[in-house]
């Protein structure tokens, strides 16, 4: 069953229904709880910027293609350097060992990033055996910069997903809180206003959806 409070929803109810409220709030206010139409309106705010939600959730999703190409293309130079130092140094084992040749690894954040951290090493470690196979200063300068790049878009992504969460927490404690508030309201007008003016209160309330009716027995 479809829940007939969204954030559209409400913050269209809640402009309508402040609207509606101002000739009348001297008769509401003093039945109402202390502050109530400044919380509406607060509430109406957030729901109306719901789309800074959607938003966030598209820059994380951006940001999660370019981490996918800054993987794919450091996993491709891991394999490039490691191909090379298989065949430029085919019997020294321990080159092989420090450069992680024949090593299985999947093109993942963190097994890309461990990968160009291990391959830096082995060149800082063996740096003539490393110029002699024609990587240079360049190729790990360029390798740092991957690591750099890969853990800054990790790190910003995570801080995006938390942003995300708390915007879309706050959305759904607003919703909430004006489904309550406003059903209220129209309470409070079938109370203290006459019934012609009290009506339109509670014509403004989201109708409350249809249940399914329950197919007739066979006879």
Avoid: C
Avoid at 202 to 215: M, N, R, V
Wanted: aromatic letters at 4%; zero cysteines.
């Amino acid at each position: 069953m479809p829940n007939r409070w969204d954030a559209e929803t409400a913050a269209r109810v809640a402009e309508q229904m402040l609207e509606l409220a101002k000739p009348h709030v001297a008769k509401l206010e003093g039945r109402l709880p202390a502050g109530f139409f400044d919380s509406l309106k607060t509430d109406a705010a957030i729901t109306r910027t719901r789309g800074d939600v959607a938003a966030s959730r598209s820059t994380r999703k951006a940001a999660t293609v370019s981490q996918d190409q800054a993987v794919a293309e450091g996993a491709a130079l891991v394999s490039t350097i490691r191909e090379l130092v298989r065949r430029g140094a085919p019997k020294d084992k321990q080159l092989w060992k420090a450069f992680g040749v024949g090593s299985r690894f999947t093109p993942s954040v963190g097994t890309v990033s461990s990968a160009l951290k291990g391959i830096i090493a082995a060149a800082n470690n063996f740096p003539s055996q490393t110029q002699a196979l024609g990587v240079l200063a360049a190729d790990v300068t360029r390798m740092q910069t991957y690591v750099a790049s890969i853990s800054s878009i990790d790190a910003d992504q995570e801080a995006k997903k938390q942003t995300s969460k708390q915007a879309t927490a706050q959305l759904k404690a607003a919703v909430e809180r004006l489904s309550g508030n406003l059903s209220l309201l129209a309470s409070i007008a079938r109370l203290a206003l006459p019934a012609e003016d009290a009506r339109v209160f509670e014509a403004a309330l989201p109708a409350s959806p249809k249940a399914k009716k329950k197919a007739a027995p066979p006879a």
